[in-house]
C-alpha cells in the first residue's frame, strides 16, 4: 500500500538510495555514446531542423 511504501522511503538515506540506484541502473543499462542534450536543447532542435528531414531523434527518447 501507499503508507508501506511511504515508511519505507521516510527510513531510507536518499544519497545512499541515489548511489545504489545509479550502480543499479548502470549495469542494465548501456553508457550513453556522446553527451546527453538538455531537454530544452532537445526541443528546440526538433522545431529548427530544415524541412523535409525525417526526425530520428524520438526513436531514443523515453
Do not use: N, V
Not at 538510495?17 to 546527453?36: D, K, V
Not at 542534450?37 to 523515453?62: E, V
Request: overall charge positive.
Amino acid at each position: 500500500s501507499e503508507d508501506t511504501f511511504l515508511r519505507i522511503f521516510r527510513l531510507m538515506d536518499p544519497k545512499q538510495f541515489e548511489c545504489a540506484f545509479r550502480t543499479w541502473a548502470g549495469g542494465i543499462l548501456p553508457a550513453p555514446q556522446s553527451p546527453e542534450q538538455p531537454a530544452a536543447q532537445q526541443r528546440f532542435a526538433l522545431l529548427t531542423r530544415p524541412m523535409g528531414q525525417p526526425d530520428h531523434s524520438r526513436r531514443y527518447r523515453i
